[in-house]
T-cell receptor, first 113, second 110 residues
Framework: DVKVTQSSRYLVKRTGEKVFLECVQD?????MFWYRQDPGLGLRLIYF???????EKGDIPEGYSVSREKKERFSLILESASTNQTSMYLC????????????FGQGTRLTVV | EDKVVQSPLSLVVHEGDTVTLNCSYEVTNFRSLLWYKQEKKAPTFLFMLTSSGIEKKSGRLSSILDKKELFSILNITATQTGDSAVYLCAGFSGTYKYIFGTGTRLKVLA
């Protein structure tokens, strides 16, 4: 079974802190994604990565950056956390071919105080 | 702008009822339509549809896609309390993005 693992289930950080959310997948998937999920807004794409060292902005990249130095790991960075970044963050991965499904991690609920 | 709209937003039914969840989409370079089930954790994959009119089925769940009218439905027959969840619909575009709807929250009462 595909496993996508996010480093933390719950995080509480202070405003202005630099925050790292880590995601690791074990199926050699080319594509990886970071979404945030908020009530009434659904899943919104922050960044995605086609392959190692490649990244593309999603719909809401402001305030975030990403890093993909190894194929299995995709990190989301909040350079200076703010309260409006309090959310559920979901990582996903998929094979690079068309028409394959994405597999999700368990999510990280981040609270910025 | 790409968008996926799901209806209803929420639904409460009794065990044994049949439900139909709706998903309409406008997705650039549309490739496929996916359904996920989300309980209090990661969304889990249910179906992927690429061709019109071909029903995908898994147990009590089934789904179909209409590429002409740009919608899909997810049917659940003989609902059980374990079907209570948020059901997410996503369109996959040629730009390698999944565009998600806001979900339908289903609650099945015993």
């Amino acid at each position: 079974d595909v496993k996508v693992t996010q480093s933390s289930r719950y995080l509480v950080k202070r405003t202005g802190e630099k925050v790292f959310l880590e995601c690791v997948q074990d199926m050699d998937h080319e594509n990886m994604f970071w979404y945030r999920q908020d009530p009434g807004l659904g899943l919104r794409l922050i960044y995605f990565s086609y392959d190692v060292k490649m990244k593309e902005k999603g719909d809401i990249p402001e305030g975030y950056s990403v890093s993909r130095e190894k194929k299995e790991r995709f990190s989301l960075i909040l350079e200076s956390a703010s309260t409006n970044q309090t959310s559920m963050y979901l990582c996903a991965s998929r094979m690079g071919q068309l028409n394959t499904e994405a597999f999700f991690g368990q999510g990280t609920r981040l609270t910025v105080v | 702008e790409d968008k996926v709209v799901q209806s209803p937003l929420s639904l409460v039914v009794h065990e044994g009822d049949t439900v139909t969840l709706n998903c309409s989409y406008e997705v650039t370079n549309f490739r496929s339509l996916l359904w996920y089930k989300q309980e209090k954790k990661a969304p889990t994959f249910l179906f992927m549809l690429t061709s019109s009119g071909i029903e995908k089925k898994s147990g009590r769940l089934s789904s179909i896609l209409d590429k002409k009218e740009l919608f899909s439905i997810l049917n659940i027959t003989a609902t059980q309390t374990g079907d209570s969840a948020v059901y997410l619909c996503a369109g996959f575009s040629g730009t390698y993005k999944y565009i998600f709807g806001t979900g339908t929250r289903l609650k099945v009462l015993a």
